[in-house]
């Protein structure tokens, strides 16, 4: 796996990955390489990322063990919501945000909030009062070119394989083309370029066009991450995504576990209470 370099050659606070002069590319093809046969899987950019991070967490998320819902992704869900409305219906005022926040809450985000055991108004207060500062944030950035928001992505490039995942907001810019922007509402980006380097790909199979370029921007701290996709950085990620759906498949077939690759990230897995190396992982992360 050529994964861990990647990943460590990215860094704050602006980092720009792949080639550096501006060049669009139109309906060029990238290959998805036969992964070895099984049964069918759908591939996200979180299962990638899951994968790369460590490939027996990825196997529990198929087997359906996700992480627990948090009030800190909670916030994120809802921030977004209020990003996209922002961007396709303009800005909201600042004496309207709590109820707005109210509004997409009952319109997709009860379920989300009952699992936080958020269930009283002074409970959601200072939830609401921290998105409503995220987006004070948000609404100090550009939104010049603005194409969509919340694109979602779903193509089949080999027979059992579906490619899916959603674009938070689409630009046209004068000089890379199609710019595809993932915002965090933390400050953690490490893992950033990997899921960039999805969405592009998945953008690829499913428009016949690679971007050209994907940020994911904390509107925390302003930080931004860039990588600027071609038809091959997009072909070596079909190469990864393939090679995955083959490891798993494989799994499948055996039983077997996959590599375990303990870190700081096993905290909010799943399998902890059932895995020695995440445990001892947590305990040395936390002396
Ligand atoms: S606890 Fe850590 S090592 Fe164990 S499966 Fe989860 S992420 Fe992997």
Redesign the pocket.
């Known amino acids: 796996m050529v994964y861990g370099s990647w990943l460590m050659a990215v860094g704050p606070p602006h980092v720009v990955v792949g080639r550096s002069a501006a060049f669009a590319y139109h309906r060029r093809v990238v290959v998805f390489p036969e992964p070895y046969p099984g049964e069918p899987l759908t591939v996200s950019a979180t299962l990638h990322r899951?994968y790369i991070?460590?490939?027996?967490?990825a196997l529990?998320r198929l087997l359906g063990e996700y992480p627990k819902e948090t009030v800190a992704s909670f916030k994120g869900s809802l921030a977004h919501r209020l990003f996209a409305r922002h961007l396709v219906k303009g800005p909201i005022g600042e004496d309207d945000v709590a109820g707005v926040c109210r509004e997409e809450i009952g319109a997709g985000l009860n379920a989300k909030l009952s699992s936080i055991g958020i269930n009283k108004p002074s409970q959601l207060a200072p939830v609401l009062s921290e998105v409503g500062d995220l987006y004070q944030r948000f609404r100090k950035f550009p939104t010049d070119g603005f194409r969509s928001a919340e694109v979602a992505l779903e193509s089949e490039p080999v027979a059992g394989v579906t490619l899916r995942g959603s674009v938070d907001a689409v630009f046209d810019d004068p000089d890379y083309g199609t710019r595809l922007i993932d915002w965090k509402t933390g400050t953690h980006l490490d893992d950033a370029p990997v899921q960039l380097a999805f969405y592009a790909m998945a953008w690829a199979f499913e428009k016949g066009d690679v971007p050209g370029r994907a940020e994911a921007v904390s509107v925390k701290t302003g930080e931004r991450i860039t990588i600027e996709p071609s038809p091959s950085s997009a072909a070596e990620t079909a190469a990864q995504v393939a090679d995955m759906v083959g490891e798993l498949r494989k799994t499948f077939e055996s039983g077997e576990d996959l590599e375990?690759?303990?870190?700081p990230?096993?905290a909010?897995?799943?399998?902890?209470d059932?895995?020695?190396?995440?445990?001892a992982?947590?305990k040395v992360t936390r002396s």
């Open positions: 899951t991070m460590c490939p027996q967490q529990g375990r690759t303990a870190g990230h096993c909010w897995c799943p399998l902890l059932d895995c020695s190396e995440g445990a992982a947590v």
